[in-house]
C-alpha cells in the first residue's frame, strides 16, 4: 500500500472533527494521581490529600487539563482503595472531607477539572452494605451482592476464577451460600443488575458530583454485571503465552460483560450530565474490550469516553500497535471518544517495557511526542514526566497482594506505585531523601528515579519535564492535535505517520520506533513548518528515535 492510499484510511473522525469548545474534555491531557505515592504531609509515609493539594502547582504547571485522583475512600487497604468500606467519606490515612474540600478549592483555582475514581463493580466485605448482606437470606440487602448456593457435592456454583488467581467464589457460613468476587475475597461482588443497587451507587456518584467534582474515572466497568444463569466459562485457546494465574486459562464469558451493563451506564450517564462541564471514562479490560469501549460510549447517552489496555501491558511500542489501537475508534457520527494510557497504577512502566537501557532517555523523548498526538484524551500517571522506571521492589517489601500470592511470575505493581521523586536529595529534617516524605515511605525509592526528580529536571531546558510542558502547550494551542480527525499516513515496521486535521489545520506526527536511522516517508513530499522535533529530528531525514510535529 502506498503513503497516497494509505492517507485515505481515516481512523478517528466523527465528533472530534466538529465538536463543539464546550466539550473541555474532549482531547483534554488528564494528569492521574495514585495519593499513596504522590505527597506526604503528616509524616507517616504515606501521601494524602492535602499532599496532593500543596504538590498540585507542579501539575498545573505541566499545562494538563485535568486530574484523575484514585481511590481515597475509607478501605481496610487490602486493595489498597479498591476495596471500598465507606464510598461517601476520606480514609483517615488519607485525611477527610474538609482535605478534599480544601483541594476542590485549590484544583479550581489553578484551573484544573477534578475527576475521582468510582468503583461499582464490588465493595470491602467490612462495607454496611455487605455486613448487612451477608447476616441473612432475608434482611433488606440481602440481594445486593451475587450469592449462589453451592451445587450438590458443595463445589462452587460455576467455575469462575478471579483476576487476582484461583476460584472467584467464597464460602460463607452465615448464609449457607457463597459470594462472588472477581479479584480479592475481601472485594465481594455488588449485584449491579439490582435496581436498588443501581439506585446507591447513583446516590455516591450525586455525593461527589455535588462536592464539587467534575466527572468520573469507573474502575472495572465491565465487571459490574454477571450471567445470572451462572454458566461455566469456557477454556481459553493456548497461544503460547505464559499463563500465570488461574484466570488466564479462560474466556470470561459470564463472569463479566453482561449486554445489560449499557442499561447502568445509561442511568448514570443521565445523572453525570445534569451537572455541568462534567465527563465520564470507562476503564474497559478483558478480551472484548475493543468492542466494549464503543459500545460503552455510543452516542450522547452513554459515557464520554473510554481507555483499555492496549498499551498498558504490551512488551514493545511498534507502528502496528499504534495502528491497531486507533483504526476501531471511526467516524460514524455516534462513535465513542478514546481515551489513552500508556503506564498506570496496575501497569509497568513503560520506558521498562519498551527500550533498553541505554535508550532510555532517547525513547522518553520519543515517546511523549507520539503518545501527546494521537486524537483522543492521553491519560499522564505521575512521573511519567519524568521519564520514572519500573523499580524492582524486593519480596520483603511488597505491599501488593497480587504481587505476593503470584511471586515471582508477575508484573508487581508496587514497582509503579513507588513515590513521585520531588528532589533528589534529602530535604532538612527528612529521614530518607526524595522529598515525598520526611518519614520512610510506605515503598522504598530507587536510585535511578531519583535521578529523575523534578528539582533535577526543573532547571534543564533539555529535561523530559520540560519537554512534556512545552508539547502540552503546544497541543493545547492546535485544534488538530487537540480534537482533530485521525489518519494512518504511513505504518512501516519501524516508521509511523498520522494525519492530524481540524479546522484547516494539518498537522502531521513523524516518528521512528527504533535504534536505526530510516528513510523519510517517500510521499511525504510537503514537509511543512516543523512545530516540534526530537532526537535530531529533521525534514528529511529520521534518525534513531527521531519525532517531529510538522503543520502542514
Not at 6 to 33: C, F, H, L, M, T
Not at 128 to 141: L, T
Not at 364 to 370: D, S
Not at 426 to 433: D, K, N, R
Request: one cysteine or more; hydrophobic letters at 40%.
Amino acid at each position: 500500500m502506498t503513503m497516497a492510499q494509505q492517507d485515505k484510511r481515516p481512523v478517528a473522525g466523527g465528533q472530534g472533527a466538529g465538536a463543539s469548545g464546550n466539550e473541555w474534555w474532549r482531547g483534554a491531557a488528564i494528569y492521574q494521581i495514585y495519593p499513596r505515592s504522590f505527597m506526604d504531609s503528616n509524616g507517616d509515609g504515606i501521601g494524602d490529600l492535602a499532599g496532593i493539594t500543596a504538590r498540585l502547582g507542579h501539575v498545573a504547571a505541566l499545562g494538563v487539563d485535568a486530574i484523575w485522583i484514585s481511590p481515597f475512600y475509607t478501605s481496610p487497604m487490602a486493595d489498597f482503595g479498591y476495596d471500598i468500606a465507606d464510598y461517601c467519606d476520606v480514609d483517615p490515612i488519607f485525611g477527610n472531607l474538609a482535605d478534599f474540600d480544601a483541594l476542590v478549592v485549590r484544583a479550581k483555582e489553578l484551573g484544573l477539572k477534578l475527576i475521582v475514581d468510582q468503583v461499582y463493580a464490588h465493595t470491602s466485605d467490612l462495607h454496611p452494605w455487605f455486613v448487612e448482606s451477608r447476616s441473612s437470606r432475608e434482611n433488606a440487602r440481602a440481594d445486593w451482592y451475587v450469592w449462589a448456593d453451592p451445587k450438590p457435592e458443595g463445589s462452587p456454583p460455576s467455575n469462575w476464577q478471579s483476576v487476582f488467581g484461583g476460584p472467584s467464589w467464597r464460602w460463607d457460613g452465615r448464609r449457607g451460600q457463597y459470594y462472588l468476587h472477581n479479584f480479592l475475597d475481601r472485594q465481594p461482588q455488588l449485584n449491579v443488575h439490582n435496581p436498588k443497587v443501581q439506585d446507591a451507587l447513583l446516590d455516591v456518584a450525586r455525593f461527589w458530583l455535588d462536592r464539587g467534582v467534575s466527572g468520573f474515572r469507573i474502575d472495572a466497568l465491565n465487571f459490574t454485571m454477571h450471567d445470572p444463569e451462572l454458566r461455566d466459562n469456557p477454556p481459553a485457546p493456548d497461544d503460547g503465552s505464559l499463563r500465570t494465574r488461574s484466570f488466564d486459562f479462560q474466556l470470561q464469558r459470564y463472569n463479566q460483560s453482561h449486554p445489560d451493563v449499557v442499561r447502568f451506564i445509561e442511568r448514570l450517564q443521565a445523572l453525570i450530565a445534569s451537572y455541568p462541564d462534567t465527563f465520564s471514562l470507562a476503564e474497559v479490560g478483558g478480551r472484548e474490550a475493543r468492542r466494549e469501549m464503543q459500545d460503552y460510549t455510543r452516542g450522547r447517552e452513554r459515557l464520554d469516553s473510554a481507555y483499555g489496555f492496549d498499551f498498558l501491558y504490551a512488551p514493545e511500542l511498534t507502528p502496528a500497535l499504534v495502528a491497531k489501537a486507533l483504526e476501531p475508534w471511526g467516524d460514524a457520527p455516534d462513535a465513542g471518544w478514546p481515551s489513552w494510557a500508556f503506564e498506570n497504577h496496575d501497569a509497568p512502566r513503560a520506558l521498562s517495557r519498551w527500550c533498553a537501557s541505554e535508550d532510555t532517555d532517547a525513547f522518553a523523548r520519543l515517546k511523549m511526542m507520539l503518545f501527546l498526538a494521537l486524537r483522543g484524551n492521553p491519560i499522564i500517571y505521575q512521573g511519567e514526566e519524568l521519564g520514572l522506571l519500573q523499580d524492582e521492589v524486593p519480596f520483603e517489601l511488597l505491599q501488593d497482594p497480587e504481587a505476593i500470592a503470584n511471586w515471582p511470575l508477575t508484573l508487581s505493581r508496587d514497582g509503579v506505585r513507588t513515590p513521585m521523586p520531588w528532589c533528589e536529595l534529602a530535604a532538612e529534617g527528612a529521614l530518607v531523601p526524595g522529598g515525598f516524605s520526611n518519614a520512610q515511605p510506605w515503598l522504598p525509592h530507587s536510585a535511578v528515579n531519583l535521578a529523575r526528580a523534578v528539582d533535577r529536571q526543573e532547571g534543564e531546558a533539555g529535561s523530559l519535564l520540560n519537554l512534556t510542558r512545552r508539547l502540552l502547550m503546544l497541543r493545547k494551542d492546535s485544534a488538530a492535535l487537540r480534537r482533530g480527525d485521525c489518519a494512518l499516513v504511513h505504518v512501516g515496521e519501524q516508521v509511523l505517520v498520522l494525519r492530524r486535521r481540524c479546522e484547516g489545520e494539518t498537522v502531521y506526527g513523524i516518528f521512528n520506533i527504533g535504534a536505526n536511522a530510516q528513510d523519510w516517508p517517500a510521499d511525504l513530499e510537503e514537509a511543512g513548518e516543523v512545530v516540534a522535533t526530537v532526537n535530531g529530528g529533521v525534514p528529511g531525514q529520521l534518525g534513531p528515535f527521531a519525532a517531529l510535529w510538522l503543520r502542514a
